[in-house]
């Protein structure tokens, strides 16, 4: 009996000091919160660019696909206009969603934005760009499973092209595709994490550098695996507050 | 001398490149105050035709004077013709999300830019209109299909058009409701609105329409009043058509 409580007690005292060496020794907790800090910054404003990206791609596409009849009957300048730039969002979808991330992290790093010194900045441009395909994509199945007939109503009451998606159908859709859209942000919370590749200290290169300094791979690894997890919880409790709140219109 | 609301000619509507000929050349008009009623059996242009007269369905060929205003042209701000053309649907198409008030006052507010108290107001008093007043705050999932197609009609009166659309608005509709929506139509037609509506109600055709459309196959086969029509048709596809409906 003694021997086993005596075990147990050496097992904590072990988890202690190493807890100590990698987090309260040279103030090592401040590497994870910054890092952590740099994490929520990348995902809100890579975020925020990607929704707003997602929104003006997946409102080409759809006007083009809802229009290209109509617009080619009447012909002009309009339609060739809308078909170029469908043709661009076309190529971006393909583009980004068919290299991986990384690959268009070290692109952007070392060639693009090579004269950047800021790589928080260079994270949040290429994982907006990124996440921005992916939204675009969810957009535009929201506002593809939206009722033509909702279209209709719009338009046969005076509704514009824009007024009717702006009022009727975006907010229909958002509903709809909130639950895939919280999964993207997801995603991209936990993708950012690859952005130590080109040496942007966020979170889990936080954790790797602890691991380096102390040789001590459990501690830091497990306690950046539970930060993601946490987050990843509340982003989702946030998002089931917001679908419920939305869904009061329906029985 | 009556008054022409809207005149149509040469209306065709072809599907790829004229393989199916949806509308093959139309020519009607439509009065001031009238109501015309379309009949005709399933696939015959008759949703098709109402439906570009507002130009849902953009017309291959052909004119569209409303309000002597070409609107085909594609210089012409469509939607501004809209405002004054309401339209009813099968499916109500109301707007989920919304309550009833603000399913009738977002396109006031938004494109007639009224103040909110004056759209209300306004709304409310249509509501009334329709025994529907204590719904407002009402969401459409909670109205019975009839319900819903009354505030679909009400919703399209606040913009004050000059002319209502009607899509075969009773098709979805139960037996026992069809009534209470055919109710606010005939009201609606004796108090001098300008009504087109395509309908299987043969009932609603004889007393209410001033005049009847028969169509088959995208073209209008005859036309003229309620009398004409039901006691005495002259084509054999206008007899056998009656002959299974009536």
């Not at chain 1, 009451?157 to 859709?173: D, E, H, K, S, W």
């Not at chain 2, 093959?24 to 007269?53: H, Q």
């Amino acid at each position: 009996m003694d021997g086993i409580q005596a075990w147990f007690v050496q097992q904590f005292t072990e988890l202690k000091d190493k807890f100590i060496l990698c987090f309260i020794d040279g103030d090592r907790w401040q590497w994870i919160f910054d890092g952590l800090l740099n994490t929520l910054k990348i995902t809100l404003f890579a975020g925020l660019i990607g929704v707003l990206i997602g929104i003006i791609v997946a409102s080409v596409r759809s006007s083009y696909d809802k229009n290209s009849e109509s617009l080619a009957l009447r012909g002009g300048f309009g339609y060739h206009l809308l078909r170029f730039i469908n043709g661009i969002c076309q190529l971006y979808l393909t583009v980004i969603r068919g290299t991986p991330v990384v690959v268009q992290l070290m692109i952007m790093y070392f060639i693009i934005l090579k004269s950047s010194t800021n790589g928080v900045f260079v994270a949040v441009i290429t994982f907006g760009i990124n996440s921005g395909a992916y939204v675009a994509e969810i957009f535009r199945s929201g506002i593809m499973a939206v009722d033509a007939g909702q279209f209709e109503a719009g338009r046969s009451l005076g509704f514009n092209y824009v007024q009717t998606m702006r009022y009727i159908i975006i907010p229909q859709a958002f509903k709809t595709v909130l639950p895939t859209l919280c999964n993207e942000f997801i995603a991209l919370l936990k993708e950012t994490s690859v952005a130590g590749y080109v040496g942007i200290s966020d979170l889990t290169k936080a954790g790797d550098l602890i691991r380096g300094r102390t040789f001590e791979a459990f501690m830091p690894l497990i306690a950046v695996a539970i930060i993601y997890l946490v987050l990843v919880v509340i982003l989702t409790r946030l998002v089931g507050v917001l679908e419920r709140r939305l869904r009061r219109s329906e029985r | 001398m009556k008054d022409k609301l809207i005149e149509i000619t040469g209306l065709k509507k072809h599907y790829n490149g004229g393989a199916v000929k949806a509308l093959d050349g139309i020519n009607a008009e439509i009065d001031k105050g009238e109501v015309v009623v379309i009949i005709g059996p399933s696939g015959s242009g008759k949703s098709t035709f109402l439906r570009s007269l507002n130009l849902l369905e953009i017309p291959t060929e052909g004119r569209i004077l409303f309000d002597n205003v070409d609107i085909t042209d594609p210089n012409v701000n469509i939607n501004l013709h809209r405002q004054k053309m309401g339209m009813v649907f099968q499916h109500f198409n109301l707007f989920p999300n919304m309550n009833i008030l603000k399913n009738m006052t977002i396109a006031p507010m938004t494109i007639l830019k009224k103040s909110k108290a004056e759209a209300e107001e306004k709304a409310m008093q249509l509501l009334k209109r329709v025994g529907l007043e204590d719904r407002a705050e009402a969401y459409p999932s909670q109205l019975s299909g009839g319900q819903k197609q009354r505030v679909a009609i009400v919703r399209a009166l606040c913009m004050e058009p000059e002319v209502m659309l009607f899509d075969e608005p009773t098709s979805a509709l139960d037996p026992e409701m069809v009534g209470e929506v055919l109710e606010v139509m005939k009201t609606l037609a004796s108090e001098g609105m300008t009504m087109a509506v395509v309908t299987h109600e043969m009932g609603f055709a004889r007393e209410v329409a001033d005049r009847v459309i028969f169509m088959d196959e995208g073209k209008i086969i005859e036309e003229g009043t309620p009398e004409d029509i039901f006691t005495n048709p002259e084509s054999d596809r206008l007899k056998s058509f009656l002959a299974k409906v009536l």
